[in-house]
């Protein structure tokens, strides 16, 4: 089984940074991908960034490229989602969650096996 165990929410006003953890452990493969993904009430998970563990790419939603930044720590197992600028509309729950490739940074959450609790970020205008 794997874990994975999203921190670092809150609320902020809008033009502030937070920054996310995603914690894996269990039986975390680190070969895999892992993205970020957000939902606000009523609407779809979608998609906010991924990074491929073996060589640290990126890949961002349009909407957030510029304004976030995943990193990685292959020793502490840690992803981070690093977000400036913040805006109203970027409040949602935000979930990591460890894909089924290597390779691919998908953006459907279907290509995404196991799944954090979700940590809360709320932006104040």
């Known amino acids: 089984q794997v874990q994975l165990v999203e921190s670092g929410g809150g609320l902020v006003q809008a033009g502030g940074s937070l920054r996310l953890s995603c914690v894996a452990s269990?039986?975390?493969?680190?070969?895999?991908?892992l993205g970020w993904f957000r939902q606000a009430p009523g609407k779809e998970r979608e998609f906010v960034g991924g990074i491929r563990w073996s060589d640290g790419s990126t890949r961002y939603a349009d909407s957030v490229k510029g304004r976030f930044t995943i990193s990685r720590d292959n020793a502490k197992n840690t992803v981070y989602l690093q977000m400036n600028s913040l805006k109203v509309e970027d409040t949602a729950a935000y979930y990591c969650?460890?894909?089924?490739?290597?390779?691919?940074?998908?953006?459907?959450?279907?290509?995404?096996?196991?799944w954090g609790q979700g940590t809360q970020v709320t932006v104040s205008s």
């Open positions: 969650a460890e894909g089924f490739s290597a390779v691919v940074v998908g953006t459907d959450p279907r290509n995404y096996n196991y």
């Open positions: 269990g039986r975390y493969n680190s070969r895999y991908v």
